[in-house]
């Protein structure tokens, strides 16, 4: 699958129901039919969308992992905990389940943005709060991360 590109403020109804994004579906549309998860995240409060091929990437890692380490039966279930397997309707819109919508303090105006093969889902407030407090730090960390030593054509 192709990166996701894109940062959507919406609204989510009385019934825990999110309409996705015209752009969004659009990005989605050649894996709408197999389905989705969706789950905590483990750094942030807030909830990530696999499309399903993306899921399966993960779980045959995590399915490497050796099940008779306890730090590994212990991450196993944390990482699986809450996880839940949804379908984008007829009408565009998915069902948040109420633990995970808990979980991620999901009142009714949220932020759905994409990370590369996933996407985020926040409260709108935590989200920009998330961003603010990154904001001083996102200079030395881009270059931690991102910057490595310079290729042999002296991009880098």
Known sequence: MNSLIGTYECKV????????????????????????????????????????????ILMQKVNKLNKFK?????FIRRFTAGVKVIEIDSNGRLLIPKDLTVFANISKNIVVSSAINIIEIWDKDKYEQAIDDATGDFADLAEEVMGQEDDDNGIS
């Open 13 to 56: 109804d009385a019934k825990g129901r999110l309409m996705l994004p015209a752009a969004l579906k659009k990005q989605l549309n050649p894996v709408l039919q197999s389905g989705f998860v969706l789950k905590r995240a483990v750094f942030q409060s807030c909830l990530e969308l696999y499309p399903m091929s993306e899921w399966e």
């Open 70 to 74: 306890k730090k590994n039966n212990d």
